[in-house]
């Protein structure tokens, strides 16, 4: 056997062994992701207000609820005693607020006079 045919056969086996042979280096660690959610504002705490006025409220209808629209809930207009007369305060539009319901200003009878609740956020 020749020298050079020897070589060329060991070349050949070393070559076979050492194709088995995979190093895998480790992956390099993937970076930590952050995710921020957005998480809608809780409604304003209810204001506290209390008027208690000697006579029920008109029956009158102050306006007429506007078409719906979307994102928003119509706050009814209500009647405001402003210590001598009642006067009209016209609804507005407030944003929804997800896991909540509004509940619209009202009045109360109780026996001290008519007792005025104003509109609020409420959970649930």
């Known amino acids: 056997m020749s020298l050079r045919f020897a070589s060329l056969l060991a ?12 190093v895998e280096q480790p ?4 970076p930590h992701r952050v995710v921020y959610v957005q998480q809608p504002a809780p409604p304003p705490p209810p204001q506290v207000v209390e008027i208690v006025a000697p006579q029920p409220p008109p029956v009158e209808v102050i ?9 928003y809930v119509w706050a009814r207009g209500h ?11 016209r609804g507005h539009w407030e944003p929804v607020h997800p896991g909540y319901h ?7 009878q109780r026996p001290d006079g008519w ?5 609020v956020w409420v959970q649930g």
Do not use: I
Not at 11 to 22: E, F, H, I, Y
Not at 27 to 30: D, S
């Open 11 to 22: 070349l050949a086996g070393v070559t076979a062994v050492m194709t088995g042979c995979v």
């Open 27 to 30: 992956a390099p660690p993937r």
């Open 63 to 71: 306006e007429v609820p506007p078409p719906p629209r979307p994102g």
């Open 79 to 89: 009647w405001h005693w402003d210590g001598a007369r009642y006067v009209a305060v």
């Open 102 to 108: 509004y509940v619209h200003p009202h009045w109360e």
């Open 115 to 119: 007792h005025f609740h104003v509109g």
